[in-house]
């Protein structure tokens, strides 16, 4: 069973789906690379505090399901995650500086999936199951 997180008044679990690409999409996440990002994405969440679900480093692309607290933002939690492993893999693996000659690593923006246990179709329903007659619909959304 899925893991929630306790925090004073508030129960989470805000997991998503993330995906973003090596510049130019070049394969360049090969061999040593590609165990060295795999190593310091896992050091980026644990610093982070974010769980990993489940992940993927492919030659030129990440994908990662994850579970993260409600005060980091998934713009943020993905700017953390490329901006370091950009700059580290670039650091300790010269090569890389000779094709990314700008120090631009990862391509510009991201895929993200929210993914979750429950369906749309379930929070409609429990929505209308919640309806008296006395509620306002407008634009799909019940006023009370």
């Known amino acids: 069973m899925a893991e929630n997180r306790h925090s004073g008044h508030t129960v989470t679990r805000l997991t998503v789906h993330i995906v973003w690409v090596t510049k130019y999409r070049y394969h360049v996440l090969k ?27 492919s ?7 994850i579970e993260h607290p409600p005060s980091k933002a998934i713009s943020e939690i ?12 670039q650091q300790e693996y010269p090569e890389l500086q000779k094709r990314y000659w700008g120090k631009h690593f990862w391509a510009i923006g991201y895929g993200a999936w ?11 329903e429990y929505l209308e199951h919640h309806r008296s007659p006395l509620n306002l619909d407008q634009d799909n959304f019940i006023l009370e």
Do not use: F, Y
């Open 78 to 89: 993905v700017k953390r995650l490329k901006g370091r492993t950009s700059r580290m893999l």
């Open 31 to 57: 061999a040593e690379v590609q165990k060295r990002c795999r190593e310091l994405i896992i050091q980026i969440c644990d610093a982070e505090d974010i769980r990993i679900l489940k992940g993927a480093v």
């Open 59 to 65: 030659k030129d692309h990440v994908h990662m399901h």
């Open 114 to 124: 929210s993914t979750g246990n429950i369906t749309e179709e379930l929070v409609e």
